[in-house]
């Protein structure tokens, strides 16, 4: 009950975030200009500038919400590395970014890989899977020129990869504290929501015996994230970002870190190349098929390497 009580909350809290986020649409205040701190930031100027925020003038009432948002292409290689394993592949996605003449920020991007898979961790791997996040904030209190405090919502969802990863799942409002200049900034950001992770059935069942009512876990957690980015540059900068979820007992479920370096060919493109790892805790499903004694999977990481160019639509 106290679990179903915790996901009733985070509803809640999605559902007014949203609208509060979404009613900025419709306010005519003009949102202030900052300079790039690294890639996403810069990309974001630019849509800013080619794409600006919409108003409440009764010609812009004519204008749809998505002919507003500034679609980018993203096009690369990939190599998912588990273990000594490496799985190599393309990638291609889309991104979506859009900023109301209030402040409040939303990017969606949507991503597929399609990998050839040599080594077979997974017997009955299909070689596509999914990767793809939605992301709003909104700033609400300013401390000074630098500092100021924003509220967020996360969402992130990852399906299919060759590490045997079915679905991976997360819905997270938080607030964010930020410092930024015009090269640097650095931010936390805490909070709390739903949390899901589910194993592929098929290695789990040759490896351990696992079932795959055993193969799924979804609960309430908790998060703390912490990210920094700078300019080497004025065409080169660097972002290195870490998440970790916890569940009510404080013990780790799943630790992600991230490092993004990028190359900016101009205001309205650029070239990076990144590295995400992450590791999960396997005991949370031996939680739900009791302590047989082994893991559910021979490996508990993996790491996801990209290098690929964002352009505009």
């Given at each position: 009950?106290e679990k179903l009580h915790k996901f009733i909350f985070v509803i809640v809290i999605s559902t007014l975030a949203v609208p509060a986020f979404a009613a900025d649409c419709l306010l005519d205040n003009q949102n202030e200009k900052t300079a790039p701190s690294n890639a996403d930031e810069a990309t974001d100027?630019?849509?800013?500038?080619?794409?600006?925020?919409?108003?409440?003038?009764?010609?812009?009432?004519?204008?749809?919400?998505?002919?507003?948002?500034?679609?980018?292409?993203?096009?690369?290689?990939?190599?998912?590395?588990?273990?000594?394993?490496?799985?190599?592949?393309?990638?291609?996605?889309?991104?979506?970014?859009?900023?109301?003449?209030?402040?409040?920020?939303?990017?969606?991007?949507?991503?597929?890989?399609?990998?050839?898979?040599?080594?077979?961790?997974?017997?009955?791997?299909?070689?596509?899977?999914?990767?793809?996040?939605?992301?709003?904030?909104?700033?609400?209190?300013?401390?000074?020129?630098?500092?100021?405090?924003?509220?967020?919502?996360?969402?992130?969802?990852?399906?299919?990869?060759?590490?045997?990863?079915?679905?991976?799942?997360?819905?997270?409002?938080?607030?964010?504290?930020?410092?930024?200049?015009?090269?640097?900034?650095?931010?936390?950001?805490?909070?709390?929501?739903?949390?899901?992770?589910?194993?592929?059935?098929?290695?789990?069942?040759?490896?351990?015996?696992?079932?795959?009512?055993?193969?799924?876990?979804?609960?309430?957690?908790?998060?703390?994230?912490?990210?920094?980015?700078?300019?080497?540059?004025?065409?080169?900068?660097?972002?290195?970002?870490?998440?970790?979820?916890?569940?009510?007992?404080?013990?780790?479920l799943e630790t992600r870190e991230e490092l993004k370096f990028a190359f900016h060919i101009s205001p309205a493109r650029y070239f990076a190349i990144s590295a995400e790892k992450t590791t999960y805790n396997l005991d949370q499903f031996e939680r739900t098929a009791g302590d047989n004694g082994l893991n559910?999977?021979?490996?508990?990481?993996?790491?996801?390497?990209?290098?690929?160019?964002?352009?505009?639509?």
């Amino acid at each position: 009950m106290e679990k179903l009580h915790k996901f009733i909350f985070v509803i809640v809290i999605s559902t007014l975030a949203v609208p509060a986020f979404a009613a900025d649409c419709l306010l005519d205040n003009q949102n202030e200009k900052t300079a790039p701190s690294n890639a996403d930031e810069a990309t974001d100027q630019c849509n800013a500038e080619k794409n600006p925020p919409a108003t409440n003038q009764e010609s812009d009432e004519e204008t749809s919400f998505l002919g507003n948002v500034s679609w980018k292409k993203r096009l690369g290689a990939t190599d998912f590395q588990v273990e000594n394993s490496h799985t190599f592949g393309v990638m291609a996605g889309i991104k979506g970014v859009y900023e109301t003449s209030h402040g409040a920020k939303f990017k969606l991007l949507l991503s597929a890989v399609v990998d050839f898979d040599l080594d077979h961790l997974d017997p009955d791997h299909i070689p596509v899977w999914f990767k793809s996040y939605f992301k709003a904030e909104k700033k609400f209190l300013t401390l000074s020129p630098e500092v100021s405090l924003l509220t967020t919502l996360d969402v992130n969802h990852k399906m299919n990869t060759v590490s045997s990863i079915e679905q991976s799942a997360d819905l997270m409002p938080g607030i964010k504290i930020r410092f930024k200049t015009r090269k640097f900034e650095l931010f936390a950001k805490f909070g709390a929501g739903g949390y899901y992770l589910e194993i592929d059935d098929d290695l789990p069942e040759i490896y351990s015996d696992f079932r795959r009512g055993d193969l799924s876990n979804s609960e309430f957690a908790y998060f703390h994230e912490y990210k920094t980015g700078f300019s080497l540059t004025e065409k080169v900068s660097l972002t290195a970002r870490y998440k970790n979820f916890i569940d009510t007992s404080g013990r780790s479920l799943e630790t992600r870190e991230e490092l993004k370096f990028a190359f900016h060919i101009s205001p309205a493109r650029y070239f990076a190349i990144s590295a995400e790892k992450t590791t999960y805790n396997l005991d949370q499903f031996e939680r739900t098929a009791g302590d047989n004694g082994l893991n559910v999977l021979p490996f508990n990481e993996d790491t996801f390497y990209q290098a690929y160019f964002e352009y505009d639509y």
